[in-house]
């Protein structure tokens, strides 16, 4: 159903924001490390129109297009009632107002063509496309990172999803052709171009179709078993722990083996950001690969988020002729990327296709990451 169908009028402009996936840096931006996402062409739409009475409508074309639009009045929003799909735009319009924001009633309708569950941030799109529109037609006047901030303070705080910064900026931040190198601790960040095809290259994401959820405990459980390892390593996050550190920081971690992987895992992390950037920068972006394939092993063997479809999608790949490949998002299923000569695209999607065939499990979703823009208002 269109937003005329559902609420008999015209929405007063349409907003739309990104997936994303992540080229390499997991697991580092809540502990203020860096990453390096770039913005998927597929976008979470919102279309929307003001009230003035206090009332918020969402409806989703994900939902049911006949079921009716969820309402709530916002003098009763409440994260301990918060609760499905809905919660995620309802959370961006408490975190506003918390924050001071004068933003009144409104009337949405999404309608998105990111996978959900597939580690692509289908959360964060939606998150960022509502808070455009409301940044738009209440004036408030915040800037993109301000307003990804407040959009991750509405999945901390009000859906109780323990994430850190990167998909709500790589949202609102990214550009066409390039990776966003952002720096968690002070958000400062760089646009880095990522012409592939120039290379005679391409970015395959091979959704596994294994969803996940951030907020089932384990993505949490690793986030506190990092401040956990930074306070015992007497830093403010593991971000302050250097590679030529690494060794002497987890000696002193004692017999803790679980804290010295997660920190081995971070620390060695952050630098693969830094070479696949040093990389990027001399047009050397073959040599990426062999990086994103040590990452994926160090999520599965350090960081333990990996699971059987994500390995068997990045060995298939490697064996197939990727030139790397490894798990993306928070783990637990999602998406892989694996990058490659264009030449072998269909030679390496056959092979994961059928092995995925082979080892039983549903047929994984392939398409291409093409570097896209961020969060934008859809022209009329």
């Not at 301990?80 to 799909?85: I, S």
């Not at 998150?127 to 999945?155: F, I, K, M, Q």
């Not at 920068?281 to 063997?301: N, Y």
Request: glycine share 12%; charged share 20%; with cysteine.
């Amino acid at each position: 159903m269109t937003f005329r169908e559902v609420y008999g009028g015209a929405p007063d402009g349409v907003w739309a924001a990104p997936g994303r996936v992540n080229l390499i840096g997991e697991h580092t931006d809540y502990n203020d490390g860096f990453v390096l996402p770039l913005a998927l062409p597929h976008t979470t739409r919102v279309a929307a129109v003001r009230r003035n009475d206090g009332v918020l409508r969402l409806h989703s074309a994900q939902t049911g297009g006949a079921a009716a639009p969820v309402e709530l009045r916002l003098d009763t929003l409440d994260p301990a009632g918060a609760d499905g799909w809905a919660a995620y735009p309802a959370g961006v319009v408490w975190a506003l107002r918390e924050a001071g924001h004068p933003v009144g009633g409104a009337d949405l309708h999404v309608d998105s063509t990111v996978p959900t569950g597939a580690g692509l941030s289908s959360s964060a799109a939606l998150e960022v496309a509502t808070g455009l529109a409301l940044n738009d037609l209440y004036g408030l006047g915040l800037d993109p990172a301000r307003l990804a901030g407040l959009c991750r303070r509405a999945e901390n705080a009000y859906v109780g999803v323990p994430c850190g910064i990167m998909d709500q900026m790589a949202s609102a931040c990214c550009t066409e052709g390039h990776a966003l190198h952002l720096d968690t601790r002070d958000l400062t960040r760089r646009q880095v171009p990522l012409d592939l095809a120039a290379h005679r290259l391409r970015l395959l994401v091979v959704d596994t179709r294994v969803q996940h959820s951030l907020g089932d405990g384990a993505y949490a459980e690793r986030r506190s078993g990092c401040e956990e390892g930074a306070r015992r390593l007497g830093v403010s996050a593991l971000r302050d722990v250097t590679v030529e550190e690494l060794d002497a920081a987890t000696a002193r971690l004692g017999d803790e083996p679980t804290l010295r992987r997660l920190v081995r895992h971070v620390v060695t992390e952050n630098r693969r950001v830094e070479e696949t950037i040093a990389l990027l920068d001399a047009g050397d972006v073959r040599a990426v690969g062999p990086v994103l394939t040590a990452g994926h092993a160090s999520l599965r063997d350090d960081f333990a988020v990996s699971c059987p479809e994500l390995d068997l999608a990045v060995d298939t790949a490697l064996e197939a002729g990727a030139l790397g490949a490894r798990m993306t998002g928070g783990g637990f299923g999602g998406s892989a990327i694996v990058l490659l000569d264009e030449a072998l695209t269909a030679k390496v999607g056959d092979a994961v296709t059928e092995a995925f065939a082979a080892a039983g499990h549903r047929s994984p979703r392939l398409f291409d990451a093409v570097p896209s823009a961020g969060a934008h208002r859809v022209p009329s």
